[in-house]
């Protein structure tokens, strides 16, 4: 299984992106999400994959962060959800919104995403719920919190405002996984944490 690439952006067009990883480029279907943060062609960048494998076709899958291809993985695993329509779903909510709506229920909300009717809306939550709401916020089995001067800022402002560290981590993980860019953004990045401690 294809799990992971590091290499130089060959293509950027839409949700379609070509890595070249030492001279062999892969073609990367991606999230509108994820592709907002795929750098410009000849750029480096590290995508999270899934190879999807069907009797007449093999498609990759990329994701900027782990926890979106989590969300992927639970997406795809519903019946009527294929990869594309998870892309759809992805490219269409946070990963926070996305996990609020589960959890809670909302299968308004749900029906609102592209790809989604009343009945996978109801699966959905059905289907989900628990597992979502055994994730950490961010929507991976594991908070991963990127190691940069903005995350550790935003950490050490949590904890002097009274919170435990592995609550602060996971607002902060959380934060990043659902804006990456905050990551670079100290103070954006904080008032995003703020909401999901």
Do not use: H, W
């Not at 030492?22 to 994959?49: E, F, H, K, R």
């Not at 998870?86 to 790809?115: E, F």
């Not at 109801?122 to 709401?133: D, G, H, N, P």
């Not at 609550?167 to 103070?187: G, H, N």
Request: net charge neutral.
């Amino acid at each position: 299984m294809i799990a992971q690439l590091t290499g130089l952006v060959a293509l950027k067009d839409g949700m379609d992106v070509v890595i070249d990883c030492n001279g062999v480029g892969y073609a990367v279907s991606v999230s509108l999400t994820t592709a907002d943060i795929v750098p410009s062609v000849g750029q480096n960048v590290t995508l999270y994959t899934i190879l999807a494998v069907r009797e007449d076709a093999m498609q990759l899958f990329g994701f900027a962060s782990t926890a979106e291809r989590a969300m992927f993985t639970l997406l795809t695993s519903i019946q009527g959800i294929g990869g594309k329509t998870a892309l759809g779903i992805l490219s269409a909510a946070t990963l926070a919104d996305l996990r609020k709506a589960v959890a809670t229920g909302n299968v308004a909300a749900l029906q609102r995403l592209p790809g989604i009717g009343k009945k996978t809306a109801e699966r959905l939550v059905v289907e989900l719920r628990e597992k979502v709401i055994a994730i950490v916020p961010d929507g991976s089995p594991s908070a991963e919190l990127p190691a940069t001067r903005a995350t550790e800022d935003a950490v050490s402002a949590l904890l002097a405002l009274g919170f435990v560290r592995t609550v602060a981590e996971r607002a902060v993980a959380a934060a990043v996984a659902a804006d990456p860019t905050l990551a670079d953004s100290p103070e954006k990045l904080i008032r995003a944490a703020l909401r999901n401690a």
